[in-house]
């Protein structure tokens, strides 16, 4: 398996709390993204980054910031959690930038919002 | 803009039987098409890509694909199903023409494979 780690793996938490979830990779690879994962919409792309300090939107990225500061940390925060946000959370990582190579997953973070 | 289809939420398929889940895409250019597999609590797992050339693809644990540019498909086979294989399944699509490296990703269906 990847060296990826998200932390935390389980979360419960209040509407209009900030929370901040973690991924930890150890391949050293340049591309990192963060997804929801919700019954019947599959995977959808928040944020992804590109590199140290670059990153772009996906298409559910309203209400979600991202911060790349090293090559293995992308962090994944919400300003004031809502109700809405409650879902799985899976970080990926690619490399090299050959855009045919898989994407490896994290084992997911569950965020509850009550 | 790409996008992925699955038309079945669910295929139920008896132990030793061949299996087929579906997938049709979208994509302005020539597409890159992933199968993915993931099983409860964890996150997803590679199983096997289509970038060029022949249009049948061999992967992981038996699986195979077949792309079919015509009907815009990417079906996954197996000739015959166990009942570890029983998961849900995701087909993925990016369009080769665009610089994004961002996966678009069908609903998912989930198979189940009874003994």
């Known amino acids: 398996d990847a060296g990826i780690t998200q932390s935390p793996r389980h979360k419960v938490t209040e509407t209009g709390t900030p929370v901040t979830l973690r991924c930890h990779q150890t391949e050293n690879h340049r591309y990192m993204y963060w997804y929801r994962q919700d019954p019947g919409h599959g995977l959808r792309l928040i944020h992804y980054?590109?590199?140290?300090?670059?990153?772009d939107k996906g298409e559910v990225s309203d209400g979600y910031s991202v911060s790349r500061s090293k090559t293995e940390d992308f962090l994944l925060t919400l300003e004031s959690a809502t109700s809405s946000q409650t879902s799985v959370y899976f970080c990926?990582?690619?490399?090299?930038?050959?855009?045919?190579?898989?994407?490896?997953f994290g084992d997911g973070t569950r965020l509850s919002i009550l | 803009a790409q996008s992925v289809a699955q038309p079945e939420d669910q295929v139920n398929v008896a132990e030793g039987n061949p299996l087929t889940v579906k997938c049709t895409y979208s994509?302005?250019?020539?597409?890159?098409l992933f199968w993915y597999v993931q099983y409860p609590n964890r996150g997803l797992q590679f199983l096997l890509k289509?970038?060029?050339?022949?249009?049948l693809v061999k992967g992981s644990y038996g699986f195979e694909a077949e792309f079919n540019k015509s009907q815009t498909s990417f079906h996954l086979k197996k000739p015959s199903a166990l009942v570890s294989d029983s998961a849900l399944y995701f087909c993925?699509?990016?369009?080769?023409?665009?610089?994004?490296?961002?996966?678009?990703f069908g609903s998912g269906t989930r198979l189940q494979v009874q003994p």
């Open positions: 994509v302005s250019g020539n597409p890159y």
């Open positions: 289509y970038i060029t050339g022949d249009n």
């Open positions: 993925a699509v990016r369009d080769r023409q665009t610089g994004r490296r961002a996966l678009t």
């Open positions: 980054s590109y590199g140290v300090k670059d990153t």
């Open positions: 990926a990582i690619s490399d090299p930038d050959d855009g045919n190579q898989p994407q490896h």
